[in-house]
């Protein structure tokens, strides 16, 4: 069976009324300072404030639902080895049905300690709160990757793992803007039979490293261009 990894980010979730952070009409960075809501600086500075900000974006995940780019990725598990990797931390493409996930970027759905990183734990929709602590008594904040953080090594190295394994590697929506994450599709170039983006958006070609072969740029919007990969993925198989 032929593997696939998959690399989201969040124009596959505007569809379903998620904003995207970097949109020029209405992105969220547009209405918001990001050192103020997506650093630790902003956070040691009004933790208040910031919690705020997730606590919005936490409750705004009942009212979305995942639509026909997520539901169509779950079909292709039928017949191949699908790993999702994204840069997306809301919970869609698991609401979709998706088993395979790794989320570079956290989980909004998820809260962790401030003393001890590794304590994780499930927080759903609920709100936030300062006085909200983990069993070692320190705050909770977040389990959200903020700007000059390190990303976790195991997504990392199991993502890597992942796309050097990968026979095809679709990219959907996403202007391939954010470091390090951007250079994730791009560590297999040996094996991978085709690379497909699918995104509305123009590009710049020097995202694209000059030695990728059998790149394929679909400009749709991600339900129509992930139905026409798989179509395409599907009659070469």
């Known amino acids: 069976m032929k593997n696939i990894v998959v690399f989201t980010g969040s124009g596959i979730s505007a569809e ?21 809501v997506a650093t630790l600086k902003g956070w040691r500075s009004d933790k208040q404030k910031l919690l705020d900000f997730y606590n919005e974006r936490r409750s705004q995940l009942i009212e979305v639902h995942p639509n026909k780019g997520h539901l169509d990725l779950v079909k292709l598990e039928e ?58 008594d320190s705050q909770l904040r977040p389990h959200v990757v903020w700007f000059g953080e390190e990303l976790n090594n195991k997504d990392v190295t199991l993502a890597i793992n992942k796309i050097q394994e990968a026979d095809y590697i679709i990219i959907i ?27 509305p958006s123009d ?17 749709e919007k991600s339900s129509t261009g992930t139905a026409k990969v798989i179509e395409e993925i599907l009659s070469e198989n």
């Not at 790993?83 to 809260?111: M, P, Y």
């Not at 250079?183 to 983006?197: A, Q, V």
């Not at 590009?203 to 400009?219: A, E, S, T, W, Y």
């Open 203 to 219: 590009f710049d070609d020097n995202i694209i490293p000059k030695r990728i072969k059998n790149f394929i740029h679909i400009k």
């Open 16 to 36: 379903s009324g998620i904003k995207t952070f970097r949109d020029a009409v209405d992105g969220i960075w547009n209405n918001y300072v990001i050192d103020d």
């Open 79 to 136: 017949m191949f080895n699908v790993t999702i990797i994204t840069q997306n931390v809301d919970n869609l493409h698991e609401r979709a049905g998706s088993k395979n996930i790794i989320h570079l970027h956290g989980e909004l759905t998820k809260v962790r300690s401030t003393v001890n990183p590794t304590l994780i734990y499930d927080w759903e929709y609920k709100p936030l709160n300062l006085g909200d602590k983990c069993e070692k």
């Open 173 to 199: 929506g996403t202007s391939m803007a954010v470091s390090p994450a951007n250079e994730f599709p791009f560590y297999n170039t040996e094996f991978t039979t085709k690379y497909y983006l699918v995104d």
